[in-house]
């Protein structure tokens, strides 16, 4: 695959001048397709819950919610990986693994080349499937579900009285 141009609008969107994704840029392809960087929105609103009228203000609420949402979806995220790797010690010591893989890879390495970090994430991906990959696959299916069912049973914040956490470009 050959870098895009540094002319072009691909690298502006990845957010480096080689047009690779990296980890630096990976925060700017977020804010890049946002327009902002993601805000964590207060607890207190973040859980209430109505039940949408019919399918249509499900959508819409759907569509909103994820978006206005987020950042707090992320964390929800994070929170049930931990829980995870606390519960199944195998799952723990294969993320370890990887990590202490990825730390060793990125300090005694000369520089990292788009190959050597594809051939280290694939590897990474490979391993974590074949060690721990149902636990994995189990816990996407259940913050997909938490997800939704949130973004589906949230009002909105208006409807919460949380004015000022509204961004209009988000609607």
Not at 138 to 141: D, G, P, R, S
């Given at each position: 695959?050959?870098?895009p141009s540094s002319a072009s609008p691909t690298a502006d969107v990845l957010g480096s001048a080689s047009g690779f994704l990296d980890v630096e840029s990976a925060a700017g392809a977020l804010r890049a397709a946002t327009g902002r960087p993601a805000a964590l929105q207060p607890w207190k609103s973040f859980f209430v819950a109505r039940a949408p009228e019919n399918a249509q203000e499900a959508q819409g609420r759907l569509k909103k919610n994820i978006v206005h949402f987020q950042a707090?979806?992320?964390v929800i995220v994070a929170v049930l990986l931990?829980?995870?790797l606390l519960s199944d010690w195998v799952a723990a010591i294969?993320?370890?693994l990887v990590a202490g893989a990825w730390f060793f890879s990125q300090r005694y390495s000369a520089e990292a080349s788009p190959s050597k970090l594809a051939l280290m994430a694939g590897g990474s991906?490979?391993?974590l499937y074949l060690v721990a990959g149902t636990a994995l696959l189990?816990?996407?299916?259940v913050a997909a579900l938490v997800v939704v069912a949130h973004a589906v049973l949230h009002p909105g914040s208006a409807e919460v009285g949380n004015f000022d956490a509204i961004d209009q470009d988000e609607l």
């Open positions: 695959m050959l870098p707090n979806y992320l931990g829980l995870l294969a993320a370890l991906f490979m391993f189990n816990l996407a299916a």
